[in-house]
């Protein structure tokens, strides 16, 4: 591997950088903005913050969404799952 590359990669990976552009089109695609560069930008903003403390972390889900999730799974109500469940 050339060592340009190999750079290139050890850059993306100490950024992080493909997990974040993973985050961001699955963001995208879950909400589906009118605006998606404004949300874009909204969105890195919110990761900044997240960062510094400050707020919290952009999730693709939030509580209400696991809520609803788990109520789909248990449906008898008893306040658990089975592993096989879960996964």
């Given at each position: 591997?050339?060592?340009?590359e190999e750079q290139s990669r050890e850059y993306l990976r100490r950024h992080r950088l493909p997990e974040l552009l993973h985050r961001l089109g699955a963001l995208?695609?879950?909400h589906r903005p009118e605006r998606p560069r404004e949300?874009?930008?909204?969105?890195?903003?919110?990761v900044k913050a997240g960062r510094r403390a400050e707020g919290e972390y952009?999730?693709?889900?939030d509580e209400d969404n696991v809520e609803a999730m788990f109520s789909l799974l248990d449906v008898l109500g008893q306040g658990s799952i089975r592993p096989a469940q879960y996964r």
């Open positions: 591997m050339a060592a340009g995208l695609l879950f949300f874009l930008i909204q969105v890195l903003e919110r952009p999730f693709l889900m």
